[in-house]
Protein backbone atom coordinates (compact mmCIF):
# COMPACT_ATOMS: atom_id res chain seq x y z
CA UNK A 1 0.00 0.00 0.00
CA UNK A 2 1.32 3.48 -1.19
CA UNK A 3 2.05 6.63 0.22
CA UNK A 4 -0.62 8.11 -1.94
CA UNK A 5 -3.11 4.97 -1.31
CA UNK A 6 -2.71 4.82 2.23
CA UNK A 7 -3.93 9.16 2.39
CA UNK A 8 -6.60 8.32 -0.12
CA UNK A 9 -7.86 5.78 2.09
CA UNK A 10 -7.61 8.11 5.07
CA UNK A 11 -8.91 10.63 3.56
CA UNK A 12 -12.11 8.94 1.76
CA UNK A 13 -12.59 7.24 5.94
CA UNK A 14 -12.33 10.95 7.71
CA UNK A 15 -14.65 12.69 4.96
CA UNK A 16 -17.65 10.11 5.71
CA UNK A 17 -16.95 10.95 9.49
CA UNK A 18 -16.07 13.78 10.22
CA UNK A 19 -16.05 18.02 8.39
CA UNK A 20 -13.06 20.11 7.17
CA UNK A 21 -11.44 22.55 8.95
CA UNK A 22 -8.69 25.04 8.50
CA UNK A 23 -5.34 24.15 10.17
CA UNK A 24 -3.22 27.32 11.89
CA UNK A 25 -0.91 28.84 9.39
CA UNK A 26 2.40 26.72 9.41
CA UNK A 27 1.29 23.57 10.80
CA UNK A 28 -0.42 22.10 7.19
CA UNK A 29 -0.47 24.01 3.66
CA UNK A 30 -3.75 22.27 3.25
CA UNK A 31 -7.02 21.56 5.05
CA UNK A 32 -7.05 19.10 6.92
CA UNK A 33 -9.74 16.96 8.84
CA UNK A 34 -11.75 17.09 11.96
CA UNK A 35 -13.37 13.99 12.91
CA UNK A 36 -16.47 13.70 15.34
CA UNK A 37 -17.56 10.49 15.45
CA UNK A 38 -14.08 7.92 15.77
CA UNK A 39 -12.76 7.70 19.39
CA UNK A 40 -9.80 10.40 19.84
CA UNK A 41 -7.14 8.46 19.64
CA UNK A 42 -7.92 6.45 16.44
CA UNK A 43 -8.91 9.81 15.20
CA UNK A 44 -5.59 11.62 16.47
CA UNK A 45 -3.42 9.02 14.56
CA UNK A 46 -5.10 9.16 11.47
CA UNK A 47 -4.87 12.78 11.28
CA UNK A 48 -1.10 12.63 12.13
CA UNK A 49 -0.97 10.02 8.97
CA UNK A 50 -2.07 13.18 7.07
CA UNK A 51 -0.35 15.22 8.14
CA UNK A 52 3.24 13.25 8.09
CA UNK A 53 2.10 12.05 4.20
CA UNK A 54 1.26 15.98 3.10
CA UNK A 55 4.44 17.44 4.92
CA UNK A 56 6.81 14.28 4.33
CA UNK A 57 7.78 13.69 7.17
CA UNK A 58 8.96 10.52 6.92
CA UNK A 59 8.42 7.17 6.21
CA UNK A 60 4.44 6.45 7.52
CA UNK A 61 4.66 2.77 9.51
CA UNK A 62 2.56 1.24 6.31
CA UNK A 63 1.65 -1.83 8.51
CA UNK A 64 0.44 0.10 11.93
CA UNK A 65 -1.82 2.29 9.16
CA UNK A 66 -3.09 -0.38 7.26
CA UNK A 67 -4.46 -1.79 10.79
CA UNK A 68 -5.31 1.69 12.10
CA UNK A 69 -7.83 2.10 8.64
CA UNK A 70 -9.71 -1.61 9.30
CA UNK A 71 -10.24 -0.67 12.47
CA UNK A 72 -11.44 2.67 11.89
CA UNK A 73 -13.25 1.29 9.14
CA UNK A 74 -15.42 -1.14 11.15
CA UNK A 75 -16.02 1.18 14.16
CA UNK A 76 -17.24 3.81 11.53
CA UNK A 77 -19.74 1.17 9.86
CA UNK A 78 -20.91 0.64 13.28
CA UNK A 79 -21.42 4.06 14.23
CA UNK A 80 -23.26 4.97 11.36
CA UNK A 81 -25.56 1.55 11.67
CA UNK A 82 -26.24 2.68 15.36
CA UNK A 83 -27.19 6.33 14.12
CA UNK A 84 -29.76 5.24 11.59
CA UNK A 85 -31.50 2.68 14.04
CA UNK A 86 -31.96 5.70 16.62
CA UNK A 87 -32.68 8.02 13.66
CA UNK A 88 -35.30 5.33 12.73
CA UNK A 89 -36.55 4.85 16.21
CA UNK A 90 -37.06 8.85 16.97
CA UNK A 91 -39.02 8.68 13.57
CA UNK A 92 -41.27 5.64 14.58
CA UNK A 93 -42.11 7.07 18.04
CA UNK A 94 -42.54 10.72 16.13
CA UNK A 95 -45.12 9.75 13.56
CA UNK A 96 -47.28 7.30 16.42
CA UNK A 97 -46.87 10.30 19.00
CA UNK A 98 -48.95 12.13 15.98
CA UNK A 99 -51.33 9.60 15.12
CA UNK A 100 -52.42 8.79 18.93
CA UNK A 101 -52.76 12.66 19.40
CA UNK A 102 -55.52 12.96 16.17
CA UNK A 103 -56.77 9.48 16.06
CA UNK A 104 -56.84 8.06 19.62
CA UNK A 105 -55.14 4.38 20.57
CA UNK A 106 -57.85 2.15 18.97
CA UNK A 107 -58.05 3.48 15.93
CA UNK A 108 -54.46 3.83 14.78
CA UNK A 109 -52.41 1.04 13.42
CA UNK A 110 -48.67 -0.51 13.13
CA UNK A 111 -49.24 0.02 9.07
CA UNK A 112 -50.40 3.54 10.14
CA UNK A 113 -47.31 4.57 12.04
CA UNK A 114 -45.37 2.71 8.98
CA UNK A 115 -46.83 4.79 6.75
CA UNK A 116 -46.52 8.24 8.84
CA UNK A 117 -43.01 7.33 9.33
CA UNK A 118 -42.51 6.57 5.70
CA UNK A 119 -41.20 3.36 6.64
CA UNK A 120 -42.33 -0.38 5.08
CA UNK A 121 -44.51 -2.06 8.00
CA UNK A 122 -42.01 -5.01 8.39
CA UNK A 123 -39.33 -2.17 9.22
CA UNK A 124 -41.31 -1.01 12.30
CA UNK A 125 -41.21 -4.75 13.48
CA UNK A 126 -37.64 -4.40 13.40
CA UNK A 127 -38.16 -2.34 16.79
CA UNK A 128 -41.05 -2.59 18.41
CA UNK A 129 -43.23 -5.73 18.67
CA UNK A 130 -46.93 -3.74 18.59
CA UNK A 131 -48.04 -0.52 18.66
CA UNK A 132 -48.79 -0.96 22.53
CA UNK A 133 -45.27 -1.27 23.01
CA UNK A 134 -44.54 2.25 20.98
CA UNK A 135 -46.89 3.61 23.04
CA UNK A 136 -45.49 2.22 26.03
CA UNK A 137 -42.33 4.71 24.80
CA UNK A 138 -43.25 6.90 23.97
CA UNK A 139 -45.14 7.79 27.54
CA UNK A 140 -42.09 6.24 29.58
CA UNK A 141 -39.08 8.64 27.23
CA UNK A 142 -41.38 11.77 27.62
CA UNK A 143 -42.45 11.57 31.40
CA UNK A 144 -38.72 11.21 32.02
CA UNK A 145 -37.76 14.15 30.52
CA UNK A 146 -40.48 15.76 32.70
CA UNK A 147 -38.97 14.05 36.24
CA UNK A 148 -35.74 15.30 34.92
CA UNK A 149 -37.33 18.80 35.18
CA UNK A 150 -38.08 18.38 38.82
CA UNK A 151 -35.60 16.32 40.21
CA UNK A 152 -33.47 19.49 41.91
CA UNK A 153 -36.74 20.88 43.66
CA UNK A 154 -36.46 19.55 47.20
CA UNK A 155 -32.79 20.79 47.40
CA UNK A 156 -32.71 24.03 49.57
CA UNK A 157 -36.85 24.40 49.45
CA UNK A 158 -37.86 27.83 51.02
CA UNK A 159 -40.41 26.29 51.60
CA UNK A 160 -43.00 23.28 51.02
CA UNK A 161 -45.53 25.59 50.27
CA UNK A 162 -43.31 27.23 47.53
CA UNK A 163 -42.39 23.74 46.36
CA UNK A 164 -45.66 23.16 45.24
CA UNK A 165 -46.27 26.06 43.14
CA UNK A 166 -43.54 25.01 41.32
CA UNK A 167 -44.02 21.97 40.94
CA UNK A 168 -47.23 22.67 39.48
CA UNK A 169 -45.96 25.53 37.06
CA UNK A 170 -43.56 23.24 35.65
CA UNK A 171 -46.80 20.64 35.26
CA UNK A 172 -48.77 22.74 33.57
CA UNK A 173 -46.11 24.56 31.66
CA UNK A 174 -44.56 20.87 30.59
CA UNK A 175 -48.32 20.06 28.81
CA UNK A 176 -48.52 23.56 27.70
CA UNK A 177 -45.42 23.06 25.43
CA UNK A 178 -46.76 19.14 24.76
CA UNK A 179 -50.24 18.77 24.45
CA UNK A 180 -50.04 15.66 22.34
CA UNK A 181 -48.55 14.06 24.97
CA UNK A 182 -51.10 15.12 27.76
CA UNK A 183 -53.65 13.84 25.37
CA UNK A 184 -51.68 10.41 24.99
CA UNK A 185 -51.18 10.36 29.29
CA UNK A 186 -54.48 10.91 29.66
CA UNK A 187 -55.77 7.85 27.56
CA UNK A 188 -53.37 6.04 29.36
CA UNK A 189 -54.88 6.80 32.61
CA UNK A 190 -58.80 6.68 31.76
CA UNK A 191 -58.73 3.54 29.29
CA UNK A 192 -55.74 1.87 31.03
CA UNK A 193 -57.92 -1.75 30.72
CA UNK A 194 -59.23 -1.20 27.00
CA UNK A 195 -55.52 -0.74 25.60
CA UNK A 196 -54.88 -4.47 26.57
CA UNK A 197 -50.69 -3.68 26.97
CA UNK A 198 -48.88 -6.26 27.95
CA UNK A 199 -48.82 -6.39 31.88
CA UNK A 200 -45.01 -5.88 32.69
CA UNK A 201 -45.71 -2.53 29.98
CA UNK A 202 -48.60 -1.79 31.55
CA UNK A 203 -47.13 -1.50 35.11
CA UNK A 204 -43.59 -0.10 34.08
CA UNK A 205 -45.50 3.04 32.95
CA UNK A 206 -48.13 3.13 36.06
CA UNK A 207 -45.01 3.16 37.83
CA UNK A 208 -43.21 6.08 35.90
CA UNK A 209 -46.15 7.87 36.09
CA UNK A 210 -46.08 7.67 40.24
CA UNK A 211 -43.00 9.32 40.53
CA UNK A 212 -44.82 11.86 40.13
CA UNK A 213 -47.13 11.82 42.43
CA UNK A 214 -44.80 10.45 44.98
CA UNK A 215 -42.95 13.74 44.39
CA UNK A 216 -45.84 15.39 45.61
CA UNK A 217 -46.05 13.62 48.68
CA UNK A 218 -42.59 13.78 49.80
CA UNK A 219 -43.38 17.94 49.33
CA UNK A 220 -46.31 17.27 51.90
CA UNK A 221 -44.17 14.80 54.32
CA UNK A 222 -41.06 18.05 54.05
CA UNK A 223 -44.25 20.31 54.88
CA UNK A 224 -44.62 17.82 58.15
CA UNK A 225 -41.25 17.79 58.99
CA UNK A 226 -40.87 21.41 59.31
CA UNK A 227 -43.75 22.19 61.01
CA UNK A 228 -45.45 24.16 57.86
CA UNK A 229 -48.42 21.56 57.81
CA UNK A 230 -50.08 19.56 60.31
CA UNK A 231 -49.03 16.07 61.70
CA UNK A 232 -52.23 14.36 61.33
CA UNK A 233 -52.60 15.60 57.03
CA UNK A 234 -53.31 12.60 55.59
CA UNK A 235 -50.70 12.38 52.66
CA UNK A 236 -52.32 9.79 50.34
CA UNK A 237 -55.57 12.16 50.15
CA UNK A 238 -53.60 15.09 49.70
CA UNK A 239 -51.12 14.13 47.35
CA UNK A 240 -54.29 12.67 45.21
CA UNK A 241 -56.08 15.66 45.48
CA UNK A 242 -53.18 18.13 44.13
CA UNK A 243 -52.69 15.59 41.03
CA UNK A 244 -55.89 15.39 40.38
CA UNK A 245 -56.58 19.18 40.29
CA UNK A 246 -53.66 19.41 37.72
CA UNK A 247 -54.68 17.54 35.44
CA UNK A 248 -58.15 18.44 36.00
CA UNK A 249 -58.05 22.12 35.21
CA UNK A 250 -55.42 21.28 32.48
CA UNK A 251 -58.02 18.81 30.96
CA UNK A 252 -60.73 21.71 31.24
CA UNK A 253 -58.95 24.53 29.50
CA UNK A 254 -56.18 22.92 27.30
CA UNK A 255 -58.08 22.29 24.33
CA UNK A 256 -60.69 24.77 24.60
CA UNK A 257 -61.39 28.76 25.17
CA UNK A 258 -59.18 31.41 23.90
CA UNK A 259 -55.87 30.05 22.58
CA UNK A 260 -54.15 33.14 23.76
CA UNK A 261 -55.69 33.42 27.06
CA UNK A 262 -55.04 28.99 27.72
CA UNK A 263 -52.09 29.35 29.95
CA UNK A 264 -52.78 31.89 31.90
CA UNK A 265 -56.09 30.71 32.69
CA UNK A 266 -54.62 27.20 33.57
CA UNK A 267 -51.72 28.66 35.79
CA UNK A 268 -53.88 31.21 37.55
CA UNK A 269 -56.58 28.57 38.59
CA UNK A 270 -54.29 25.83 39.52
CA UNK A 271 -52.69 28.33 41.87
CA UNK A 272 -55.82 29.86 43.47
CA UNK A 273 -56.71 26.15 43.75
CA UNK A 274 -53.31 25.59 45.85
CA UNK A 275 -53.29 28.41 47.76
CA UNK A 276 -57.16 27.79 49.13
CA UNK A 277 -55.69 24.03 49.52
CA UNK A 278 -52.77 25.15 51.34
CA UNK A 279 -54.60 27.74 53.59
CA UNK A 280 -56.88 25.06 54.44
CA UNK A 281 -54.86 21.88 55.80
CA UNK A 282 -52.75 24.89 58.07
CA UNK A 283 -55.50 25.70 59.67
CA UNK A 284 -55.51 22.80 61.33
CA UNK A 285 -51.75 23.44 63.11
CA UNK A 286 -51.82 23.65 66.60
CA UNK A 287 -51.22 26.76 68.12
CA UNK A 288 -47.74 28.66 69.02
Not at 231 to 245: F, H, P, V, Y
Not at 271 to 279: H, N, S, T, V, W
Request: with cysteine; aromatic share 8%; hydrophobic share 40%.
Amino acid sequence: MTSGHILTEVQNLIAGHGSFIEEPKGLCPVKCFSVRLLPYRLADGLLRIVIEIRLGLGTVMRRRTVQLLRRAKILGLEERRKRERENRKTAILKAARRLFFEKGFKTVTVESIARKAELSKGSIYLYYNSKEEIYAHILLRDIDKFHDRISDLLQNPTSASEVLIRLAHIYVDFFLNDRELFRILMTFMLHTTDMNLPEDLNNHIIKTTNKTINVIEHVFKYGIEQGEFPATLNLRQSRNAIWGMLNGVISLHLFTGIEAKRAEVIQSTIKAGLDIYIRGIQTNLPAR
